[in-house]
C-alpha cells in the first residue's frame, strides 16, 4: 500500500493555480515528519519544489517555487498541501509527496532524504 495519496492535479490554463493534498493511507499519521513536495517532468530529474516541518514554522521553497506556491499543513486533519499559483509552461509535471522519517527535523531538498513517497499527481498547464 502506498503510504502516501496525492489528489488535486488536473489541466489549467497559464497564468493559473491549482491546489494538490497530500494524506497519508492506512490510517497512518505524519503529524510528525517533515515534509515535501516534488515534481518531475519527462526526461528530467526529480526535484524538491517545497518543504515543510512538523508544526508547520518552517518551509523551504525552491528558486522556481519562490512567491508562486505556498505549502502548507493541517496535522488536524493529516493533509499536506501545496498551492499553485501563476502556472507557468515549465511547471507540468507529475506532483510527489514525500516524507522523511520522524527521526529526522530538519528541512531537506534532498531526494534519497526522503523514505515515504505518494504515486504522484499529473499537473499540465496549457498555453
Known amino acids: 500500500q502506498v503510504p502516501l495519496v496525492e489528489t488535486g492535479g488536473g489541466l489549467v490554463q497559464a497564468g493559473g493555480s491549482l491546489r494538490l493534498s497530500c494524506a497519508p493511507s492506512?490510517?497512518?499519521?505524519?503529524?510528525?515528519?517533515?515534509m515535501g513536495w516534488f515534481r518531475q517532468a519527462p526526461g528530467k530529474e526529480r526535484e524538491c519544489v517545497a518543504a515543510?516541518?512538523?508544526?508547520?514554522?518552517?518551509?523551504h521553497y525552491s528558486e522556481s517555487a519562490k512567491g508562486r506556491f505556498t505549502i502548507s499543513r493541517d496535522n488536524s486533519k493529516n493533509t499536506v498541501s501545496l498551492q499553485l499559483s501563476i502556472l507557468n509552461p515549465g511547471d507540468p509535471s507529475v506532483y510527489y509527496c514525500?516524507?522523511?522519517?520522524?527521526?529526522?527535523?530538519?528541512?531537506?531538498?534532498?531526494?534519497?532524504?526522503?523514505?515515504?513517497w505518494g504515486q504522484g499527481t499529473q499537473v499540465t498547464v496549457s498555453s
Open positions: 514525500a516524507a522523511r522519517s520522524a527521526r529526522f527535523h530538519d528541512l531537506s531538498a534532498t531526494l534519497t532524504s526522503y523514505a515515504y
Open positions: 492506512g490510517g497512518r499519521s505524519f503529524s510528525l515528519n517533515v
Open positions: 515543510i516541518n512538523h508544526n508547520g514554522g518552517l518551509t
